[in-house]
């Protein structure tokens, strides 16, 4: 061991930072520490006596049979062997597999933790495993370079480092130049790619980071660091140096270094990837190598029946994360040395199954058949459970079939439900489903009220089932579906890896950077003789998309997305950046892909090229478009070609906004109002690196730079609740459902003694459809349209509520699932509102008679540490709750009201408002919202609000009065109602 003592004149230096590292792998680590002169192998890169210990010692009479058949030849043709190993697979694999020597001589060339503790055996093998460190390593036959330190297995060389003392003004990335500048990789066997030493880390007192590569001038190095303070770099650690986790155990875990983590390393995460003729070890990132030993230990001190919320964002390379955890989750063993869990379920919420994740998956099998991938039916999933398939990989939908729901028999295995991208895929019915298949055990009560409490029980938390949930934008029914109750009472995140912490170690960009507003200013002219009244929204949202299709106000646009294109952004990554053009609606991005091709062609533009990406068949001017039509190839074959040099735009509607993973994207151009999670998800398009990319852009021709840092901050950092939702809501809504005038307990009771009771025919839908229409004759004589659409909406909150409440708690109480199971059928069966007739607004009866787009702002949009918002819990229902900001603007309405008018009214007068929100927010309402500016969709809303009042107070004549005569308070109230809307449609 490493030991020595220093004086004031070198206590300082480099040298100290490097034995203080050898001292605490030796004293606390379990290494030997080897002398480089006399141990050090440079033609092999090998310490050779050390390898050969390791074997005779381990696997004695293989040695000897070794001897026998070779005799003083005998570690001669050993060391050829592992040579010739070493040139064909990487360093990881020849661990892992050994060599083989004629005849039939197998060595082992490392032991790798057991499972489990059942054969002693492999467990003093483990143990036998010779962990070495070498200091001042002359690798090199052509000069006397040095690296500091050189860490071995058995003799085989796994990693270096370069050690840098910031005492001497010496960082990390004085390492990382010294490794491009003076560590070629080229005839040194030490530092060949996959032949040599698995990775190279640059360490100082404070940050590590590692490549798996030299290529010199273009190596390429990662942070490997845990973190401070929810962005880069490493906390502060008592009495030792921030980078400690290197070489010490800390209280919340091993060092990397360790015997236990590095042997896990090699054995069970390093792989090499391949795609086409490119490939890279992957090495994990710290917080990818932490999450998932931390997963692993608690799943094992605590059993199946856990909930983990993981929120890693984008770029945190989730789908290893996923792929490790399911593969080595299946091999968990409990202290009694019990398996754990019989399967791994992968789900992801996207219909075209991830095929980054599921190829990532299926390399990390080493077994045939461990990884079940099911691109078929449901059957073939039902099938694949019932086998005992380890890792399953599917697709949320699938588990919302009648076959799923079949299974019984399953509680008895135990289940890893691993869900990528979790803000969507748990919170409906398929994941109820899916939770009936593993949950669901054959009944033998005939007691229904048993069965039905058995039914509830199936949708709370399940002790068969462990749900992983990855994702880098909970909701808040997520962090309450599955984070983990802290001190404070609240759910969190059991693990995290900020956005600000990716940006901060460039392993995304910031797509906020460059930001740039534009506002589209309308002045539409009648074009025709007489005039026609155009009644309702229908007629003012057509009027508004006629203005957004218009020629005219397209046209300004795409001259601004070309000439930007071609000044900014087409000489980025070597000429090769490309851009999307983000649009409202299939129409939209047709017809913008029309026109910036027309543009291009008029300019004689000759280096440009545009394709266009949307779903299904479109009608326009009478001809019927389809993408692959537009494209001129199959719709499969876009990403490929648009990854190639032809194409340099991608015009999308819905399409391609989340999931496409496209590095080379520099520019997006947005016409379309985002909010919330959408507006992250489809500007984080935007982020993935590649080499020289350094910044992107985009301009926004629809939202304010201040709405879009809104949508960000509470994914910023941490992403936390205000307060936890209060469940009891439950049974706020059920008594209103249970105390309207069209439900009637013993009908609900009738129902549900026949929905429950098991196997249903033909017969029992004809009496169970007949039992909730007399609810809906009584809800069809009800004049009053207003509370008829109050009682939709409540049907549809109690429903999403009630799911809700039902997996995170078990709630024994019946009468709430025979209320969910008639009302579900009650809220099919009800009648729609009545909705007018199409009102067609064409040319013939509008022109747009000028059109001027201008540049409101520009600059960085970009979140500051600190700059987190926390999320609301799910409070009110058929209403959103109000703001700090919105409680003093309605003060300010009541206030003035009654001033002018010497009335007393109360905010609970003026939330009556409320309900005429609730009554004019329809979907198509919220649609047109959602997709155009608050200057052309405000005076449709306008119009559909006063109209509401004025049917809301035609009992009341004081406040109709008010509500008729005083135009700037009526506008005053309305503009704050139209806040409130804009907010439920934007997500809010």
Known sequence: MSDQTHTTADIHQEKVFEEHIVACLTGEQGYVERDCPSHYDVAYALDTKLLFRFLKSTQPEAWQTLEDHYSAQAEVEVLKRLEQALRQNPTHVVLREGIKLVPNIRFSLCFFKPASNLNPDLTRLYEANILSVMRQVTYSAKNRNAIDLVTFVNGIPVTTLEVKNLLTRQSFKHAERQYRKDRSPAG???????????????????NVSMTTRLMNGKTRFLPLNRGRDGGAGNPDVLGENRTAYLYKDLPDGKAVLSREV??????????????????????????QLDAVRKLLADAKSQGAGQNYLIQHSAGSGKSNTIAWTAHQIINLHDDDDLPLFDTAIIVTDRLVLDRQLQNTIGGFAQT????????????????????????????????????????????????????????????????????????????????????????????????????????????????????????????????????????EEKFILDVL????????????????????????????????????????????????????FRRHVAKELGGKAKAMVVTQSREHALRYWQQINAYIEGKGYSDLKALVAFSGDLEVDDQVWTEAGANGFPETELPKRFDGD????????????????????????????????????????????????????????????????????????????????DLNQIYDLEQRISGSSYVISDEVERFAERFFKGELDTQDRLELEGTVRLAVSRFELDEDEAQKEEF??????????????????KLHDPWLEKLYAYTSWLSRLLPSRDVPPDIEVSDEMLELSAFRLQQEAEGNASLQAGETTTLQPITEFGANPYTEEEEKSLSEIIGSFNDRHG???????????????????????????????????????????????????????????????DKEAREQATRHFFKRAQRQAQGG
């Open 188 to 206: 040194e066997p030490l530092l060949t790619f996959k032949r040599g030493a698995i990775v190279h880390l640059a360490v100082d007192q404070d």
């Open 792 to 809: 939709r909406q409540l049907l549809k909150s109690f429903a999403r509520f009630y799911t809700f409440v039902a997996q995170v708690v």
């Open 262 to 287: 590095l042997l896990d390393l090699i054995g069970r995460f390093i792989h090499l990837e391949r795609g086409g003729s490119k490939e890279a070890l992957i090495f994990p990132r710290f917080q």
């Open 368 to 503: 045939e058949g461990v990884v079940k991938k099911i691109d078929g039916t449901s059957r073939d999933l039902k099938k694949a459970i019932e086998d005992g398939a380890r890792i399953i990989i599917t697709t949320i939908q699938k588990f919302g079939t009648e076959h799923l729901a079949a299974i019984s028999g399953q509680s008895s295995k135990n289940f890893a439900v691993i869900i990528d991208e979790a803000h969507s895929s748990q919170s409906g019915k398929a994941a109820q489903a899916m939770s009936d298949a593993l949950t669901r055990a054959a009944s033998s009560s005939d007691e229904i009220e048993d069965l039905i409490l058995a039914h509830q029980a199936a949708r709370g938390p399940q002790k068969n089932i462990s749900f992983l949930a990855f994702t880098a934008t909970p909701r808040n029914v997520t962090l309450e579906r599955f984070g983990r109750i802290g001190s404070d009472g609240k759910p969190h995140p059991f693990h995290l890896y900020s956005m600000r912490q990716a940006i």
């Open 646 to 725: 032809e194409f340099q735009i991608l015009v999308v509607a819905e399409k391609y906004q989340t999931g496409f993973d496209q590095p080379k994207l520099v520019a997006m151009y947005v016409d379309k109002k985002l909010a919330g999670l959408q507006a992250v998800q489809t500007l984080a398009r935007l982020n993935r690196t590649r080499a020289n990319k350094e910044r992107t852009f985009i301009l926004d021709f629809q939202n304010t730079m201040d709405e879009i840092k809104e949508a960000f901050s509470p994914f910023f950092e941490v992403t936390a609740l205000e307060e936890r939702t």
């Open 903 to 965: 009335t007393n009214f109360t905010r609970e007068d003026f939330l009556r408002f409320e309900r005429v929100n609730r009554e004019i927010l329809d979907d198509e309402m919220l649609d047109m919202m959602r997709n155009n500016p608050a200057d052309v969709v405000y005076n449709a809303f306008s119009q559909a609000f006063f109209q509401g009042m004025v049917r809301m107070f035609q009992q009341d004549n004081e406040m109709k009065s008010v509500v008729m005569t």
């Open 513 to 564: 950077q460059n930001y740039s507003t534009y506002k589209a200013y309308y002045q539409l002219e009648k074009a025709i003789e007489d005039d026609p009244e155009f009644k309702g929204r229908k007629a003012q949202a057509r009027v508004a998309r006629y203005a957004s299709l218009h020629p005219s106000a397209i046209d300004q646009k795409v001259e601004v997305i070309v000439e930007h």
